[in-house]
C-alpha cells in the first residue's frame, strides 16, 4: 500500500474500535444485557465486578486479538483504555478493568452452556434480520461441522485431556495431551462464517478403557462421533426451525450421521471419499449409465442399508507444476440432483473448506488463537473459547459491513492490532455510543 493510499485509508476510518461498535450496536444490540443476564456463579456480596463487566472484558480481548490473559492485564491497564471500555460496555468506570485472575476464578466456575445461549440468541438476531438471505442455499442455511483441537502439548492441562500415544510399549513412547471442540459455523456470506453452536470432545473414564485397544484413528472418530450427536442436539433446541443444510467432510459419511440428519429434518452434502462407504461406491460402479452435466456425473436413489442416498462426482481442470491435471471430488447428498442443479450442489459442497479458511485458521492465525490456554481448568478453556467465537463473530460484521463497505483494505493480522491501539484514542461527544445510544443507530 502506498503512502497516499495508506493516508485515504485512515481519513475513512478514524477510529477502528468505534465503527466496529456501531457495528456491533446495530447487528447485536443486545449483547452486553445477554452477557449480564447471565445466571452468575458467585455470591455477589463479595463480588467487585458484575458478570458484564468480566465478560465484557474478555469479549474486547477478542476484539484486540490479544492472545494471553497476562497481556490483556498489561494492555487493559492504561487509564484511556480503562476509561473507554467502560464506555462502551454501559457501565459506570472504575479504577481498573478486572484483573487476568478474577476473570479465570469467574470462568472456572460459570456454566459454559450461558455463553452458548448469549451467542446463539445473537446469531438468532442475525438470522431475522434477513440482512444475509443471499447466502442460503435452495432456502436453506448452509451449516459446516467439523473438529478442531484447542490445546496440544506434553503437558496434561485437567482430565478431560485425550491423550495420544507414540512409539507405545518402547522406551521412547511419549504422549501428546489435547483438548478438542466440534464446531458448527453458519455460512453468512463469501467471507463471514460464524459459530452457531459448539461440542466439546472430552475424554472420561469409560472412554479411556474402551479405547485402550483402539488405534488413533479409530479413538478420533469414536470421539467426533459422539460429539456430532450432542451437537446435533444441541442445535436442533436452539434452532428447531432452522432450514439446514448440512456440510461436512467424509469422517461423517456414515449411516448415523444420515440419520440423524433425517430424523432432524435437515438435508447434507457430505464429503465422500473412495471407501468410506464400499457398498455405495459398488452399488454406483454398477449403473452404466450414469447422467452428466458440464463436470458432473451423478445417481440417484442408491440403495444404503435400504434408504436412499444421491451420489454425485464433479472435476475440475488445474494446473499442476506446470501441467494440467483433472482434480476429482465426490459428495453423498440427501438432496435429488439433477442436471440443473448438480454444478451448485458440487459449488455448495466445496463450501465446508470455510470452516478452515475463514473458521480455524482465522481464529488461530489471524485473529488471536485459540489454541492459547489461557487457563488450565477445563471449564474456563470453554468458557474462552465460547467468548473468542463472539469477539470473532462481531469482528467479522465490523470486516464485512465497514472496512469491505468502504472498500477498505487491511491485512488480516493488522485488523486486531489497529483495533486495540484504538481503544486509547480520545472519544469525542459525538463520537460516543455509549450503551444509551443504542437505539439511535440506523437500521439501514
Same mark, same amino acid.
Given at each position: 500500500?502506498?503512502?497516499?493510499?495508506?493516508?485515504?485509508?485512515?481519513k475513512?476510518?478514524?477510529?477502528?474500535?468505534?465503527? =466496529?461498535?456501531?457495528v456491533?450496536?446495530?447487528h447485536?444490540?443486545?449483547?452486553?444485557?445477554?452477557f449480564?443476564?447471565?445466571?452468575?456463579p458467585r455470591?455477589?456480596?463479595?463480588?467487585?465486578?458484575?458478570?458484564?463487566?468480566l465478560?465484557?472484558?474478555v469479549?474486547?480481548k477478542?476484539?484486540?486479538g490479544i492472545?494471553?490473559?497476562?497481556?490483556?492485564?498489561?494492555?487493559?491497564?492504561?487509564?484511556?483504555?480503562?476509561?473507554?471500555?467502560?464506555?462502551?460496555?454501559?457501565?459506570?468506570?472504575?479504577?481498573?478493568l478486572?484483573?487476568?485472575?478474577?476473570?479465570? *476464578?469467574?470462568?472456572?466456575?460459570?456454566?459454559?452452556?450461558?455463553?452458548?445461549?448469549?451467542?446463539?440468541?445473537?446469531?438468532?438476531?442475525?438470522?431475522?434480520?434477513?440482512?444475509f438471505?443471499?447466502?442460503?442455499?435452495?432456502?436453506? $442455511?448452509?451449516?459446516?461441522?467439523?473438529?478442531t483441537q484447542?490445546?496440544?502439548?506434553?503437558?496434561k492441562?485437567?482430565?478431560?485431556?485425550?491423550?495420544?500415544?507414540?512409539?507405545?510399549?518402547?522406551?521412547?513412547?511419549?504422549?501428546?495431551?489435547? =483438548?478438542?471442540?466440534?464446531?458448527?459455523?453458519?455460512?453468512?456470506g463469501e467471507?463471514?462464517?460464524v459459530?452457531?453452536?459448539? *461440542?466439546?470432545?472430552?475424554?472420561?473414564?469409560?472412554?479411556?478403557?474402551?479405547?485402550?485397544?483402539?488405534?488413533?484413528?479409530?479413538?478420533?472418530q469414536?470421539?467426533?462421533?459422539?460429539?456430532?450427536?450432542?451437537?446435533?442436539?444441541?442445535?436442533?433446541?436452539?434452532?428447531?426451525?432452522?432450514?439446514?443444510?448440512?456440510?461436512?467432510?467424509?469422517l461423517?459419511?456414515?449411516?448415523?450421521?444420515?440419520?440423524? =440428519?433425517?430424523?432432524?429434518?435437515?438435508?447434507?452434502?457430505?464429503r465422500?471419499?473412495?471407501?468410506?462407504?464400499?457398498?455405495?461406491?459398488?452399488?454406483?460402479?454398477?449403473?452404466?449409465?450414469?447422467?452428466?452435466?458440464?463436470?458432473?456425473?451423478? &445417481?440417484?436413489?442408491?440403495?444404503?442399508?435400504?434408504?436412499?442416498v444421491?451420489?454425485?462426482r464433479? $472435476?475440475e481442470?488445474?494446473? &499442476?507444476?506446470?501441467?494440467?491435471?483433472?482434480?476429482?471430488?465426490? $459428495?453423498l447428498?440427501?438432496?435429488?440432483?439433477?442436471?440443473?442443479?448438480?454444478?451448485?450442489l458440487?459449488?455448495?459442497?466445496?463450501?465446508?473448506w470455510?470452516?478452515?479458511?475463514?473458521?480455524?485458521?482465522?481464529?488461530?492465525?489471524?485473529?488471536?488463537?485459540?489454541t492459547?490456554?489461557c487457563?488450565?481448568?477445563?471449564?474456563?478453556?470453554?468458557?474462552?473459547?465460547?467468548m473468542?467465537?463472539?469477539?470473532?463473530?462481531?469482528?467479522?460484521l465490523?470486516?464485512w459491513?465497514?472496512?469491505?463497505?468502504?472498500?477498505?483494505k487491511?491485512k488480516?493480522?493488522?485488523?486486531s492490532?489497529?483495533?486495540?491501539?484504538s481503544?486509547?484514542?480520545?472519544?469525542?461527544?459525538t463520537?460516543?455510543?455509549s450503551?444509551?445510544?443504542?437505539?439511535?443507530?440506523?437500521?439501514?
Amino acid at each position: 500500500m502506498s503512502r497516499e493510499q495508506e493516508r485515504i485509508r485512515r481519513k475513512l476510518e478514524k477510529n477502528p474500535i468505534m465503527e =466496529c461498535n456501531k457495528v456491533r450496536q446495530k447487528h447485536c444490540p443486545n449483547l452486553f444485557q445477554d452477557f449480564a443476564d447471565t445466571k452468575d456463579p458467585r455470591n455477589l456480596s463479595y463480588a467487585d465486578y458484575s458478570n458484564g463487566e468480566l465478560l465484557g472484558t474478555v469479549f474486547y480481548k477478542g476484539i484486540a486479538g490479544i492472545e494471553s490473559m497476562q497481556s490483556m492485564t498489561y494492555e487493559f491497564n492504561k487509564e484511556k483504555v480503562v476509561k473507554n471500555l467502560y464506555r462502551f460496555m454501559g457501565k459506570k468506570e472504575k479504577t481498573y478493568l478486572p484483573h487476568a485472575v478474577t476473570i479465570n *476464578e469467574y470462568l472456572e466456575r460459570m456454566e459454559p452452556e450461558e455463553l452458548q445461549k448469549a451467542q446463539q440468541k445473537q446469531v438468532y438476531g442475525l438470522l431475522r434480520s434477513k440482512v444475509f438471505y443471499d447466502a442460503r442455499f435452495m432456502k436453506k $442455511w448452509l451449516v459446516i461441522v467439523d473438529g478442531t483441537q484447542t490445546y496440544s502439548g506434553g503437558r496434561k492441562l485437567n482430565d478431560g485431556c485425550l491423550e495420544r500415544h507414540y512409539n507405545k510399549g518402547t522406551e521412547e513412547e511419549t504422549v501428546n495431551y489435547h =483438548c478438542g471442540v466440534l464446531e458448527a459455523k453458519i455460512v453468512l456470506g463469501e467471507s463471514l462464517v460464524v459459530s452457531i453452536a459448539s *461440542e466439546f470432545i472430552e475424554n472420561n473414564g469409560e472412554d479411556a478403557e474402551r479405547q485402550k485397544h483402539m488405534n488413533e484413528e479409530e479413538k478420533k472418530q469414536d470421539c467426533e462421533t459422539k460429539a456430532f450427536k450432542r451437537l446435533a442436539g444441541k442445535l436442533k433446541k436452539a434452532f428447531p426451525r432452522l432450514p439446514i443444510i448440512l456440510l461436512a467432510d467424509s469422517l461423517y459419511a456414515s449411516e448415523p450421521v444420515m440419520d440423524i =440428519c433425517r430424523d432432524n429434518g435437515w438435508e447434507s452434502i457430505i464429503r465422500y471419499k473412495m471407501g468410506s462407504i464400499p457398498s455405495i461406491t459398488e452399488e454406483y460402479e454398477k449403473i452404466p449409465e450414469k447422467e452428466t452435466s458440464g463436470h458432473a456425473e451423478f &445417481v440417484n436413489e442408491i440403495d444404503y442399508n435400504g434408504k436412499s442416498v444421491n451420489m454425485l462426482r464433479f $472435476w475440475e481442470e488445474k494446473v &499442476v507444476k506446470g501441467a494440467p491435471t483433472r482434480v476429482g471430488f465426490q $459428495w453423498l447428498t440427501s438432496i435429488r440432483i439433477t442436471k440443473k442443479n448438480a454444478g451448485k450442489l458440487a459449488e455448495a459442497g466445496r463450501k465446508r473448506w470455510k470452516i478452515e479458511n475463514e473458521g480455524f485458521n482465522r481464529q488461530k492465525n489471524w485473529q488471536g488463537d485459540i489454541t492459547h490456554a489461557c487457563s488450565w481448568n477445563a471449564t474456563a478453556m470453554k468458557n474462552h473459547y465460547l467468548m473468542a467465537q463472539i469477539s470473532d463473530m462481531v469482528k467479522q460484521l465490523y470486516e464485512w459491513f465497514f472496512l469491505k463497505k468502504n472498500g477498505i483494505k487491511k491485512k488480516q493480522k493488522n485488523i486486531s492490532s489497529e483495533l486495540l491501539e484504538s481503544f486509547a484514542q480520545q472519544i469525542t461527544e459525538t463520537e460516543d455510543i455509549s450503551r444509551n445510544d443504542t437505539l439511535s443507530v440506523p437500521v439501514n
